[in-house]
Nanobody
């Protein structure tokens, strides 16, 4: 049974940092790409960052450049999203999802397995 569990969210002040984790099980990790999406209140879900099993990655949107990093621990089957210099606009529920296409695409319909999400709140 495929399973993804996000953790690491919380309340942080502007300029702070968080590292989100996506722990996976129940599927062949080295054959999947893992993506982080986020959904802010009243907004549509949007892609944030994605990584393939070989370590190739995509950061979506200009806002994340220089602030976000995605990585993975193949042995532990965990994907991390490091977020620095957090801004109020980063407040959202962050989800990780997996696709067996093993390539990064921004279309959420391409992802078969999803976690339950972790809340990130950036507030003064």
């Amino acid at each position: 049974q495929p399973h993804l569990v996000e953790s690491g969210g919380g309340l942080v002040q502007p300029g702070g940092s968080l590292r989100l984790s996506c722990a996976t099980s129940g599927f062949t990790f080295n054959r999947y790409a893992i993506i982080w999406f986020r959904q802010a209140p009243t907004k549509e879900r949007e892609p944030v960052a994605c990584i393939t099993s070989s370590g190739g990655y995509v950061l979506y949107g200009d806002a994340g450049v220089g602030r976000l990093a995605i990585s993975q621990d193949n042995a532990e089957k965990i994907v991390f999203l490091e977020m620095n210099r957090l801004q109020l606009e980063d407040t959202a529920v962050y989800y990780c999802a997996a696709t067996d296409r093993n390539r990064c695409v921004p279309d959420e319909g391409s992802y078969s397995y999803w976690g339950q999400g972790t809340q990130v709140t950036v507030s003064k």
